[in-house]
């Protein structure tokens, strides 16, 4: 049974950081590319950052390039999601999720990811 879990979400005020960590069983994670999505209420879920299978290629959204940064740890089955300079717009539900990638990595859009965490909720106070 396929696992990812994430942790590491909480308050933090506006400017500061955090570091999310999603950690995965039941996959041969070193086969998965990753990705981090965001859900704020009221509003659709949105792409953030992936990470390719063999963590060589990271992708983010405009919004978080520069802030934010995933990184994947192969040994420990875990990609992070490390949070500077956060704003109260990036208030939200974050998960992760990993895709099974046969052909092109479709990083962008959430339908294409096979497995999902419960999610972690990130507040920030401005």
């Known amino acids: 049974q396929v696992q990812l879990v994430e942790s590491g979400g909480g308050l933090v005020q506006a400017g500061g950081s955090l570091r999310l960590s999603c950690a995965a069983s039941?996959?041969?994670?070193?086969?998965?590319?990753m990705g981090w999505f965001r859900q704020a209420p009221g509003k659709e879920r949105d792409f953030i950052a992936a990470?390719?299978?063999?963590?060589?290629?990271?992708y983010y959204a405009d919004s978080v390039k520069g802030r934010f940064t995933i990184s994947q740890d192969n040994a420990k089955n875990t990609v992070y999601l490390q949070m500077n300079s956060l704003k109260p717009e990036d208030t939200a539900v974050y998960y992760c999720?990993?895709?099974?990638?046969?052909?092109?990595?479709?990083?962008?859009?959430?339908?294409?990811?096979?497995?999902w965490g419960q999610g972690t909720q990130v507040t920030v106070s401005s």
């Open positions: 999720a990993a895709q099974m990638v046969l052909f092109r990595f479709n990083y962008y859009t959430d339908s294409a990811y096979d497995y």
């Open positions: 990470i390719s299978w063999s963590g060589g290629r990271t």
């Open positions: 039941g996959l041969t994670f070193s086969s998965y590319a």
